[in-house]
């Protein structure tokens, strides 16, 4: 995504069979696919988009929650959450990699003193 996050908020209807439609514009700003994660938060919805990658760090996610002492649900509802914010985690990484690179016009500054 190469525009800034925001907060925006819109008033949407819930249809007899509670389902809700993603207006186009937050489907079209998230590049939303045919899937979205939903997590209970409190006394919100939050509904992320699935992002699919190759990188898979199911497993250590799983060694971190198992050695916290989580199980059960709990196990599975801190997995996904932590799974889902994987990607933002990444892309914020990116953003501020980039925005340091912009600092450094060349090499050689990277090796000046500050004055």
């Not at 190759?54 to 509802?77: A, C, M, P, R, V």
């Amino acid at each position: 995504m190469a525009q800034e996050p925001r907060k925006k908020s819109r008033r949407i209807a819930i249809s007899d069979k509670r389902q809700i439609t993603v207006p186009k514009e937050y489907y079209d700003y998230l590049e939303m696919e045919s899937e979205a994660n939903i997590e209970l938060d409190g006394n919100k919805i939050v509904i992320t988009p699935v992002r699919e990658t190759n990188d898979d760090f199911s497993e250590f996610i799983l060694k971190d929650l198992i050695d916290e002492g989580y199980g059960g649900d709990e196990l599975l509802q801190e997995f996904n959450r932590r799974k889902n914010n994987i990607r933002p985690a990444v892309e914020a990484w990116i953003k501020e990699a980039r925005e340091n690179a912009e600092e450094v016009k060349s090499v050689s500054n990277l090796f000046e003193e500050d004055e």
